[in-house]
């Protein structure tokens, strides 16, 4: 059975930092990971992800320099680094799996998603 599960949001003011984390059962080789995020009344949006094979990864221009993804492969796990964090990131956050070749900041290309974790960001 595939879960994805989400951990690590929280509430927290402009200016902090919180490390999400996506712990994978059922998957992860094979697999790109990405990061996305929806906040009340906005359709999706592409956060992050990182390619299983060359480890690449790829950073929404809203938050680069800001968020770092990562993967640790013998943990089948992914992280989300997120550093200066602006009341604009709140939102709830899902992480997701993928193998097709679809272009890798689309959701819709992905195939295993999480439950999501709220993140809130208070100015």
């Known amino acids: 059975q595939v879960q994805l599960v989400e951990s690590g949001g929280g509430l927290v003011q402009a200016g902090d930092s919180l490390k999400l984390s996506c712990a994978t059962s059922?998957?992860?080789?094979?697999?790109?990971m990405g990061w996305f995020r929806q906040a009340p009344g906005n359709e999706r949006e592409f956060v992050a992800a990182?390619?299983?094979?060359?480890?690449?990864?790829y950073t929404a221009d809203s938050v680069k320099g800001r968020f770092t993804i990562s993967r640790d492969n013998a943990k089948m796990t992914m992280y989300l680094q997120m550093n200066n964090l602006k009341p604009e990131d709140t939102a709830v956050y899902y992480c997701a799996a993928r193998r097709g070749v679809a272009p890798i900041t689309v959701g819709r290309g992905y195939d295993y998603w999480g439950q999501g974790t709220q993140v809130t960001v208070s100015s």
């Open positions: 990182v390619r299983w094979g060359s480890g690449a990864t």
């Open positions: 059922g998957i992860f080789s094979g697999y790109d």
